[in-house]
């Protein structure tokens, strides 16, 4: 497959798990059709200090191909990826991350494990927010830090991120997202909440002329910038009440 090509898997049904065996092979290619994926890990990191003390555990929920890691290099934390999609954790753990095939809205670990629960880029894609938000606060430990990306329920989103990107080179593959599972922020905000961890919510979008040099082919990867609207793509970061 081209790594520049648009790539259609609307043969599928939207939000199909399956999308991501037939992307398999762009994962890691910065120039395929998750390459986005790459500049909003970046920016995830951000968020992310380094571990305050030997051993912590940093989850990755909806982890797919492990791209976190490498931004989390030198922050101390051992990377554990839960993922539903076969083919990614295969590919994670090729990457050196600890890879569990697991669902978000059951996870595998025990209560208060985490020193950080990162849920990158799959509240969008959970058909239950609620199990999903109560799963990631159960396994972070009092004190400990979720950081979260998301598409906002909104018309302007629906817009942006399905019908317009869906239709432009290096745009998001079609299929990939159903809309009608993007996120409610305040729902999320009052979640998290209700667990113990205030969110705050701050927007993010790729910066225009990078991203323009990208799609020339003349960088790699476009840095992501901080926006005041939350309406399209949002991060939150929240510590958990101690
Ligand atoms: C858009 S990708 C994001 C991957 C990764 N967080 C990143 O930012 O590179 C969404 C990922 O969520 C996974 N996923 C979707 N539903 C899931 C569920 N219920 N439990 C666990 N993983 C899920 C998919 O397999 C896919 O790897």
Same mark, same amino acid.
């Given at each position: ?6 790539? !259609? ?14 992307? +398999? ?12 994926? &790459? ?7 951000? *968020? ?22 490498? &931004?989390? +290099? ?15 954790? /295969? ?17 595998? #670990? ?13 509240? /969008? ?62 729902? #999320?905000? !009052? ?7 205030? *969110? ?34 949002? !991060? ?7």
């Amino acid at each position: 497959m081209s790594s520049r090509a648009t790539t !259609q898997v609307a043969h599928r049904k939207r939000n199909d798990l399956a999308q991501y065996d037939d992307l +398999a092979g762009q994962w890691w290619e910065p120039h395929g059709a998750l390459a986005m994926l &790459h500049w909003i890990a970046a920016a995830r990191a951000r *968020l992310i200090p380094a571990a305050s003390r030997s051993g912590a555990v940093l989850a990755d929920i909806g982890a797919g191909a492990g791209l976190l890691g490498p &931004h989390l +290099a030198g922050k101390g934390y051992h990377h554990v990826g839960l993922d539903l999609s076969p083919t990614a954790i /295969e590919i994670a753990a090729a990457r050196g991350v600890t890879a569990v095939r697991a669902d978000a809205l059951r996870l595998p #670990l025990a209560d208060g494990v985490a020193d950080v629960v990162s849920a990158g880029e799959i509240l /969008e894609h959970v058909v239950d927010l609620r199990l999903a938000v109560s799963e990631a606060c159960r396994v972070l430990r009092p004190g400990g830090i979720l950081v979260v990306d998301t598409i906002a329920a909104t018309g302007l989103a629906r817009l942006l991120a399905v019908t317009v990107a869906e239709r432009i080179p290096g745009g998001a593959p079609a299929g990939i997202h159903d809309p009608a599972l993007f996120v409610d922020r305040r729902a #999320l905000v !009052q979640e998290c909440a209700r667990h113990g961890v205030e *969110l705050e919510l701050n927007g993010l979008r790729p910066a225009f002329a990078a991203l323009i040099a990208w799609r020339l082919g003349r960088r790699e990867s476009v840095p992501m910038v901080r926006t005041w609207s939350t309406a399209v793509l949002f !991060q939150g970061v929240g510590r958990k009440r101690g």
